[in-house]
């Protein structure tokens, strides 16, 4: 989605989205005072103060080294834009199952982030899916909630940090109020309208079937960094776009908000990567006044519009 944004009576580019407005973790903007309810009334909210929207894809970017930073940017139906920044704000996929039904009942008993919907579980049992310290941290703070959980893990152990796996030891297996199911995996996920439990790969309790309030899948998630990295974008060790207190990444004119960033660690939350794309907004527009010049026939200005995959 590329949207052509005005500011301070400026005519402005915003690049880029993929697809519908993207938030990382399939989080319903229903819960966000004053924000539109469904995807496709997301859009009101730019188009209302000027903006206008360009639906499409990025198919290539590359900086073209005329008159400081100026983008050359091909979307997919073959037009070409060109900007004097660039805002990367397309977030990061969850990883998935892969399994029948998932995408269906995400929202609706099925979850990829249990700091955004753990508190509204509470009571219930749940299951979360993974080995790795987000796992065990997710469980950590949905033990707040919870009656009970259970850890569904693929392998023989868990790979945890010590701190949060003494924690998580103390406070709910040795209480009773989780368990580990260890070499296990989920084969089937079971519920028509809403999510009713999942299908195990190895019996518990003498039944695969598994009777649950809510599944959260903490399996880890991938940025979309692909464009950010033909730009030579700089990343971190898990290909997230390292930017500054700013939201300047190392290459002059290109900025970075949101799940797609290192700038907020393992804080997650639509709150965060509005705040961010805030920043890179401002950032971007002072840029425009140090290099000055009309090298690009509109101006480029990143902007973070939240919306639902």
């Known amino acids: 989605i590329f949207i052509h944004v005005k500011l301070y009576q400026k005519q402005l580019k915003l690049l880029i989205n993929t697809g519908k407005f993207q938030l990382s973790t399939n989080r319903n903007l229903s819960i966000i005072p004053h924000m539109p ?34 983008f050359d940017l091909l979307t997919s139906d073959g037009a070409h834009l060109l900007s004097r920044t660039v805002c990367f704000a397309i977030g990061a996929r969850s990883r998935r199952l892969g399994l029948p039904k998932e995408k269906e009942l995400t929202g609706k ?28 941290k997710g469980a950590i703070l949905a033990g707040q909630y919870v009656f009970k959980l259970y850890l569904i893990v693929r392998g023989a152990k868990i790979k945890a940090e010590p701190v949060n796996w003494e924690r998580f030891e103390k406070n709910l297996l040795k209480t009773g109020r989780a368990e580990i199911l260890y070499e296990t995996e989920v084969k089937e996920i079971i519920g028509d309208q809403k999510f009713e439990g999942v299908r ?58 949101g799940d797609i960033t290192d700038g907020a660690g393992s804080f997650r939350q639509d709150i965060i990567a509005a705040a961010q794309g805030a920043m890179a907004a401002t950032s971007a527009y002072q840029d425009l006044g140090i290099h000055g010049g009309q090298s690009c026939d509109i101006h480029a200005l990143p902007v973070v519009v939240p919306s639902i995959s």
Not at 39 to 64: F, K, M
Not at 251 to 256: E, K, M, Q
């Open 200 to 257: 195990l790969s190895r019996p518990y309790q003498g039944s695969d079937n598994l009777k649950l309030g809510g599944l959260f899948i903490q399996i880890g998630a991938v940025p979309n960094n692909e464009m950010a990295k033909k730009l030579g974008v700089k990343l971190d060790e898990r290909g997230y776009i390292h930017v500054d207190k700013f939201m300047r990444t190392n290459v002059d004119g290109v900025f970075a908000a």
């Open 37 to 70: 309810r469904h995807s496709e009334r997301s859009e009101e909210s730019p188009t209302n103060v000027g903006s206008r929207i360009r639906a499409g894809s990025l198919a290539y970017a590359q900086d073209d080294k005329t008159g400081g930073h100026c």
């Open 109 to 136: 008993g099925i979850s990829y982030c249990t700091t955004c919907d753990a508190p509204l579980y509470k009571g219930k049992e749940i299951a979360i899916v993974g080995g790795g310290d987000a796992s065990v």
